[in-house]
């Protein structure tokens, strides 16, 4: 699958990155690139990679933003995982970075994370031009309180509540959909697609964002912890408001496959080689971790 190769590509760029770098600061570079290289999957930059790749062959020519989007992506979990936050101490099958360097450390390496992406972000918008621009000024929105940041304050103030749909389908939209969104439209932005075009990947990454969310949901209450990377059942220890506590495993998957019907008919509309997004649809729909 392409998904191989677009992960390759990332491990690769992402490894080489932070060779070199510090000297008295140089643990923090150590904790930044422990967390980052730490075994993703890699979806965010493949969606990217997927959606250019409808218009434009050359797909690595946008490495550099698909990257900074993994740096704050793998920056989130760093935090998420902190004892503050949803305090847990396995990541990708590994220690979290508080477990491995400390609490302290891993804070600051989150930081870290978001400011390096920044700088990727600003130094390929000065080579790249206005297009580069925008869809750096998007990944910056999505990452924000307007998006995942802002996803997860919702998170943690209904943590043990019980909260409506409209409630839970807005957090979700912004902690998890929001860059989903931006790694999606971004791609079309970056290969000068149409704004229809641009309108009908936004509809796309929307409904994948959820479809997404359904299957974490989903595989946190049935997954395997050894499959998965991280531990099981946790949002049911923490009395959190899921899909599969609002709705039921059924349901969720019989909305999981509905959405991903409508993502797969809304890119046989596209004209352009929609075949890897097709097949990464696919695979967020029957993947097990």
Known sequence: MILDEYKDKVDEWLKQYFVGKGSYDKIVYEAMSYSLNAGGKRIRPALMFAAYSIYCDN????????????????????????PCMDDDDLRRGKPTCHKKFSYPLAVLAGDGLLNEAMNVLFSYSLANGEKALKASQLIAKCSGADGMLGGQVVDIISEGKSIDYDQLRYMHS????ALIKAAVVCGGL??????????????????????FQIKDDILDEIGNAEE??????????KN??????MLSLE?????????????????????????FLMDLTDFLLYRKY
């Not at 970056?190 to 479809?211: R, V």
């Open 240 to 245: 959190k408001t899921t899909y599969v506590s």
């Open 59 to 82: 797909y690595e020519c946008i490495m550099e933003p698909a990257c900074a989007l993994e740096m704050i992506h793998t920056y989130s979990l760093i935090h998420d995982d902190l």
């Open 174 to 177: 912004k902690k998890t959909g």
């Open 251 to 275: 349901e969720c998957q019989k909305l999981l496959e509905d959405l991903t019907k409508q993502c797969k008919d809304i890119l046989t509309v596209l004209d352009g080689n929609t075949e």
């Open 228 to 237: 998965l990377g991280k531990n099981v059942k946790k949002d049911a220890g």
């Open 190 to 211: 970056l290969a000068d697609a149409s704004e229809e075009h641009i309108n009908m990947l936004s509809e796309y990454a929307d409904k994948l964002g959820l479809a």
